[in-house]
């Protein structure tokens, strides 16, 4: 085989390496256009799905703090609670008022209060 005929081989060789290499390249392309549009379908969906799923969030949030209640139910809580401290002050209560300071001054501070004079002028 001469030195030209080698010469052509070669090229017919690199030329079948480079169709070759381009037909490669052109399946590349391909499959990347495509893996490319699945991922933006899969990110147009999650987009869609993640929205709808932070309007029912907002939505519920909104409802439950924006849900104020009567004035009965907020009223009702607070008489029961008046008549209930009303009712065990007149059922617990030991002693007269005096008696009762003087025992709370005494158990304070361990020593005796001075007297009080008991009132007289109730105006």
């Known amino acids: 085989m001469g030195k030209k005929q080698k010469i052509m081989t070669a090229i017919a060789m690199a030329a079948e390496g480079?169709?070759?290499?381009?037909?490669?390249l052109s399946t590349v392309q391909n499959r990347s256009a495509v893996a490319r549009k699945r991922a933006?379908?899969?990110v147009s969906n999650?987009?869609?799905n993640t929205s709808d799923v932070a309007e029912q969030l907002v939505d519920t949030v909104?409802?439950?703090?924006?849900?104020?209640p009567s004035a009965m139910a907020r009223a009702l809580p607070f008489a029961?609670?008046?008549g209930?401290?009303?009712?065990?002050a007149l059922l617990f209560?030991?002693?007269p008022g005096a008696?009762?300071?003087a025992n709370l001054y005494k158990s304070v501070t361990g020593s005796h209060q001075p007297q009080e004079t008991p009132r007289t002028d109730w105006r």
């Open 18 to 24: 480079l169709e070759m290499a381009a037909q490669l």
């Open 40 to 42: 933006e379908q899969v």
């Open 46 to 48: 999650l987009r869609e």
């Open 62 to 68: 909104s409802k439950r703090l924006h849900r104020k």
């Open 80 to 82: 029961a609670g008046v």
């Open 84 to 88: 209930v401290g009303v009712g065990a």
């Open 93 to 95: 209560a030991p002693m």
């Open 99 to 101: 008696r009762m300071r």
